[in-house]
């Protein structure tokens, strides 16, 4: 089992950043991939960006250029760095591991835009 422990969200503004974090249970470089996830009130959840075990990483158009996925091995943790924040990136965050076949998911972080 993998649990993911996720933290920093909070309250921007459109133009901001923030920086989220999620913190593995095991060893991050064992996990086949690690994934952001957001789910806005009345949507479906969508994938945001991945990492594999081999650092290869993948975002959804939506936030290319903006958003960056990374990992601290040494910390077991993955970030995803969001810059230039839109209103449409408000919602609750998840991290996510898919190790095993299994996917693992944390509790959530909620980032919100102020109008």
């Known amino acids: 089992q993998v649990q993911l422990v996720e933290s920093g969200g909070g309250l921007v503004q459109p133009g901001g950043s923030l920086r989220l974090s999620c913190t593995a249970s095991?060893?991050?470089?064992?996990?086949?991939?690690m994934a952001w996830y957001r789910q806005a009130p009345g949507k479906q959840r969508e994938l945001v960006a991945t990492?594999?075990?081999?650092?290869?990483?993948n975002y959804a158009d939506s936030v290319k250029g903006r958003f960056t996925i990374s990992r601290d091995i040494a910390k077991n943790t993955v970030y995803l760095q969001m810059n230039s924040l839109k209103a449409e990136d408000a919602g609750d965050y998840y991290c996510?591991?898919?190790?095993?076949?299994?996917?693992?998911w944390g509790q959530g972080t909620q980032v919100s835009l102020s109008s």
């Open positions: 996510n591991a898919r190790y095993h076949s299994d996917d693992y």
């Open positions: 095991r060893v991050i470089v064992s996990i086949t991939a």
């Open positions: 990492i594999t075990n081999g650092g290869s990483t």
